[in-house]
């Protein structure tokens, strides 16, 4: 069970989170809860908006515009000048991809537990344009490994991967990857890194110059509590001075200076487009500056506790097999149902006011297979849930199985 907040910070967040009263939410992973403040800056630009029109409200609020990109800065380390707005974390991490010119000879190194729109990015990569895909394996205890990524780095000019892309907590598993142990072997080799870190921001502490990666990507919708359809992307140094941009840089990230040429940005938000959510900028902002005064430590500590307890309730329910492995286990817990389909059983507990999330077979075909899973139930708490919340939602859980017909065995 999880260490008691203190009574007075778990009312303020609670308070701060209408979406409390009459609802448990364990869709965390899926989209968060956002607090009054996130609600407040978005729509309090909004109504600027519709006051003084759209290109006039940015230009009133462009310090407090600035002021987000900062927050967001502080959150994972990083100044400002190195973060680029994007509409959301798989386009932030497709245009860190857009920045290479990949094609036959080049080689895509991955995870076995990446995030399913990734791994259909790098396969639509090797159907179009001839890359290869290497997956490495993961080591005993589960997750990539380390030692194997330092092998496959090693390899001959011919062999050697053009980027390291990785998934830092994939979408249906607790699992943490060793992204910092990965990141240390990329630098070391001078292999760019890209890490997507949307499920990791927000419910752990993160520090880019810890990492190591070249390219981060994250959403606002998850953990960060912000604003769903929004996410950003973080730009290295490294990358700024190579010169680096997105096949589709347009006059935002960059100037047309002459009839044949082109300037960029010296910046990562050449990396945006021209049109960005001024009201979602706003948004993410207030939500980096909430998880900043809540604070790294506290954050993972209490929500990692909390997917710990309830894997242990998890595995009280009679053919529940709780799916999670791994060294290091964060807030999402996971688990097959006896055949039972998970989306079933979610809608039957979102009917209870409970809300959970269903990931099947296609959100981690790898994965999935190995552990012999057609689908699974995610419970995501956060730092603002509780652990009576927890014991509800397994006591319903256990009421729901008796009711649902298994499909399959696992």
Known sequence: MSRPADPAALSRWRADTPGC???????????????????EAIAGHLALESEIGGYEAAEARADALGN????????IGAPPRNLA??????????QAFAAFDLGPGDVILTSRADYASNQIMYLALARRRGVEVVHAPDALEGGIDPQAVRELVA?????????LALTWIPTNSGLVQPAEAVGEICRAAGVPYILDACQAVGQMPVDVSRLHCDYLAGASRKFLRGPRGFGFLYVSDRALAAGAYPLTVDMHGATWCEPGEFALRPDARRFESWETASALVM??????EYALAVGGEVFCERSWALASYARERLATIEGVRVLDRGPALCAIATAELDGRPAEEVKLALRARRINTSSPGRDDAVIDMDEKGAASALRISPHYYNTSDEIDAAIAALAEVMETIEPTSRA
């Open 283 to 288: 948004g993410t902002g207030a939500a980096a």
């Open 68 to 75: 987000a990109y900062a927050a967001l800065g502080r959150l």
């Open 21 to 39: 009263e009459g609802l448990i939410h364990l869709n965390n992973a899926g989209a968060a809860l956002t607090p009054t403040a996130v609600r």
């Open 155 to 163: 390899r001959g000019p011919a062999r050697r991967p053009t980027l």
């Open 85 to 94: 707005m994007q509409q959301n974390s798989t386009a932030a991490f497709a």
